[in-house]
């Protein structure tokens, strides 16, 4: 079955294979998975907070630079998920894993030295900052590889988990760091906390020792699929394909949403409620990282399409109430307010990730449907490398919001004095988002809409 790191036979649509032997590689390859996108999630994200104090560290930076270091890490992690995308076919899963992972250092590293040199042109920190983006790449490929780990009737549930123990890496970070700041245990490059009391450069030395277990876990219990190797035109024929632009967008408003915010959430809770610490922010990917499975369950049992509807509509009428709240200043309804925002994001994650698999492979079903037996298989093996690819290529877009919501928020500060200008453009976004998903997904009479809900009552 298995040669070297690589296993030369998988079928996880057949039961006996499954029941024997492939759910307990599938669930080792999952749990190590989650481990190092975990990582990447905390490194990618790690500006959110490390922003904060560079005030206080002796950087003069204006709220709109500040702003900017945040945002920089989205655009370029959504950047570098398009070749991550494509990797796991090319070098395989775990071989993968163990790059992305390994290159997690450089980040880190660079951002512990430089936090201590107050002298640092605002140009160089956008560069360190702009490093972090090699986190937001392991997200594609990690989806990408567990998707061909698990039989379709599962994808929801796996795909759910994989992601949501990313997604909270983001809570991680903003959990740990103000913490980790604090002491002085950590600190390797001088006997004193950086000017301010604040040991800033323990945002980038907390994660080597995580990052060499990620890398360990990976090279002995992670294996390579060769039934996931395709040649990179197989997989570019994503690009062709209407419903990989449509499911693009939309996951821009959920998961782009979810990153975005992220990212922004401590620098707007400083900028807007100074007196509030900026630790409690976690609070907002937690709860968004948590949900997601829940979108996924809940779209493998009622459909994707409808879970995901319903939920547009819940995120505006959020986006409304954080609007109100952040006007007249009070803080527990606006934290209220973001929370459920962030519930939102986290639930039609869930739910548009899995409607993606059932898109794309009724699609193919439907071209073989006259063409026999054999042509079917074809067209479903045809069909798990294209919704791989177009997992993969989907979060690539959705993860732009990473650095779209940040430098909103930045500009309408510097432009009005405050968030309501970018709140108001989000809400007009979710609005195309919601129209979409009813036009394609939900109209009766739309051919995509027939073929979602029939391949998710297939599965």
């Keep these: 079955m298995s040669g070297s790191t690589w296993i030369l036979d998988w079928n996880p649509e057949d039961q006996n294979f499954w029941e024997s032997k492939g759910k307990f590689i599938a669930r080792r390859n999952l ?71 390994s290159v997690l250092f450089i980040p880190a590293l660079t951002l512990a030295y430089f936090v201590t040199q107050p002298d640092t042109p605002y140009w160089e920190m956008l560069l360190v900052s702009s490093l972090a983006g090699l986190g937001g790449g392991n997200f594609a490929s990690s989806m990408t590889n567990i998707s ?6 599962m994808k929801g549930w796996a795909l759910g988990l994989n992601a949501a123990g990313g997604n909270i890496g983001v809570s991680s970070v903003q959990l740990l760091t103000p913490l980790l700041m604090t002491l002085g245990i950590v600190n390797l490059y001088q006997a004193a906390p950086v000017a301010g009391g604040i040991y800033i450069q323990n945002a980038g030395l907390m994660w080597l020792l995580p990052l060499a277990v990620a890398v360990f876990g990976a090279v002995f219990f992670m294996d390579n699929l060769t039934t996931a190797r395709s040649t990179f035109k197989e997989q570019l024929a994503i690009v062709g394909r209407k419903h990989t632009w449509i499911m693009s967008y939309v996951y821009i408003g959920t998961f782009g949403s979810f990153i ?5 959430f401590p620098l707007l809770i400083k900028t807007q409620f100074p007196t509030v610490t900026v630790g409690i922010a976690f609070l907002g990917p937690l709860v968004g990282s948590l949900s997601r499975p829940l979108g996924g369950l ?3 049992k009622i459909g994707g399409a409808i879970v995901t509807f319903w939920n547009f509509i819940a995120m505006g009428a959020a986006t409304i109430g954080v609007m109100y709240f952040v006007e007249v200043k009070d803080f527990a309804g606006f934290l209220a307010m973001f929370l459920i925002l962030f519930v939102t994001t986290g639930i039609g994650n869930g739910s548009t990730y899995r409607m993606i698999p059932s898109i794309f492979r009724e699609e193919k ?22 919704s791989g690819a177009a997992l993969g290529f989907i979060g690539a877009v959705g993860a732009c919001g990473g650095y779209l919501i940040p430098r909103g928020f930045g500009a309408s500060i510097a432009a009005t004095g405050g968030p309501h200008l970018a709140l108001e453009i989000y809400l007009a976004f979710y609005a195309t988002c919601l129209a979409l998903t009813w036009w394609f997904y939900l109209r009766k009479g739309s051919a995509a809409a027939g073929a979602a809900r029939l391949a998710e009552a297939r599965v």
């Design 31 to 101: 749990i190590w998975s989650i481990v190092a996108e975990h990582l990447g999630f905390s490194i990618w994200l790690i500006w959110s907070i490390v922003a904060t104090k560079l005030p206080q560290a002796g950087f003069h930076y204006t709220t709109d630079q500040l702003f900017q270091l945040v945002a920089l890490p989205g655009l370029i992690g959504s950047l570098m998920r398009f070749p991550y995308t494509f990797a796991v076919t090319t070098f395989g899963g775990r071989n993968w894993t163990i790059f992305s992972a």
């Design 148 to 153: 061909f780990f698990y039989p379709d009737r």
């Design 260 to 264: 975005g915010y992220s990212a922004a």
């Design 298 to 300: 809940l779209a493998d």
């Design 365 to 386: 079903l439907h071209e073989a449907k006259a063409v026999g037996d054999t042509a079917r298989a074809a067209a479903v093996k045809a069909a798990s490398i294209e």
